[in-house]
């Protein structure tokens, strides 16, 4: 992990991003969910959510996948934790409105393509930012005008829709079983990276636990070794090889503009696709539940 995420904690350090909580109550929650513990599950993600926003993707995966008291709490939760500096201004006669204003100014238009808001750093985000390594900063480095008569928000809307048709169909195919529950989070967490309106090289330490689910089933399942070996290599190029000290700038800056990063990240999807359609993990098939083994007992011979 330390040679194929190692600059991806190198990145946390040097912007002492907030992240890795994001990630470790991402963590809690998916063993919650993992234990059967819905409740526990949801409040964790509804945190994260509250965090930073774009765990909200949980939202939509718990309707999806009929977890309905998870969803309930997720929705409780969020408000609840969102509310907090709302409810400190009050109690102190400051102000009230971060939560309106955070609707507003970033969630609004960030949830539409092509629209604008007030704030500076929004140019930023949609401009032809060399950092922002979203499937959106990609579009906007090569869409700066109509192509082919279709405008960048169209072109975004299309690409950012295919992408979410793929993610869904993982998600579909995905059994609503425990054992599925790590490769559910490995799936939402690159599709986080993915979608967002803005993914800096220090957001990609949420890859973390793709890598790790990835290279595991690679170890563990000799039917995965050939194309595990070959996706995790490609993965790391993509991530990490080309876009450091060592590469050079011109490399680097080559890998950023063409996006190297998220698709380094997506590219660990078709590990997750030959799991589920392929190669189930040992043991379990893909239409019967998992059941845990009664050993028998016979009384010995007197």
């Not at 007030?118 to 900063?137: C, H, K, M, P, T």
């Not at 599925?180 to 993915?194: G, W």
């Not at 993509?238 to 998220?262: E, S, W």
Request: hydrophobic share 50%; with cysteine.
């Amino acid at each position: 992990m330390l040679i194929t995420c190692g600059r991806h904690f190198l990145d946390v350090i040097t912007y002492a991003s907030h992240d890795p909580l994001s990630l470790a109550l991402i963590m809690l929650g998916t063993w919650a969910l993992f234990n059967g513990r819905e409740a526990v599950g949801g409040l964790w993600l509804a945190v994260a959510a509250a965090i930073r926003a774009s765990p909200l993707i949980y939202l939509p995966y718990l309707i999806l996948k009929r977890r309905l008291i998870a969803c309930g709490v997720f929705l409780i939760a969020l408000l609840g934790v969102s509310a907090i500096p709302d409810v400190i201004g009050a109690l102190r006669g400051g102000y009230t409105g971060h939560l309106t204003d955070w609707l507003g100014q970033v969630v609004g238009p960030a949830l539409v393509p092509g629209n604008s808001s007030e704030l500076v750093f929004w140019d930023i985000w949609n401009g032809a930012n060399l950092y922002n390594q979203s499937l959106r900063g990609l579009i906007n480095r090569f869409a700066t005008g109509p192509v082919l008569g279709l405008t960048p928000t169209t072109i975004l809307i299309v690409v950012d829709g295919i992408f979410a048709a793929i993610v869904g169909v993982l998600l579909l195919k995905s059994p609503r079983r425990r054992e599925y529950v790590a490769i559910d989070t490995a799936v939402l967490l690159i599709a986080m990276l993915a979608l967002s309106p803005m993914t800096s090289r220090y957001h990609y330490i949420f890859v973390l636990p793709a890598v790790i689910l990835a290279t595991a089933a690679t170890i563990a399942d000799p039917r995965m070794r050939r194309l595990g070996t070959s996706v995790l290599v490609a993965s790391f190029l993509l991530r990490a090889g080309t876009a450091n000290d060592i590469a050079g700038q011109r490399l680097t800056d080559f890998a950023y503009t063409y996006g190297f990063m998220p698709l380094g990240a997506i590219a660990l999807y078709i590990i997750f696709g030959a799991i589920l359609w392929a190669w189930h993990p040992p043991g379990l098939s893909a239409a019967e539940p998992a059941r845990t083994h009664q050993p028998s007992w016979r009384p010995s011979p007197e």
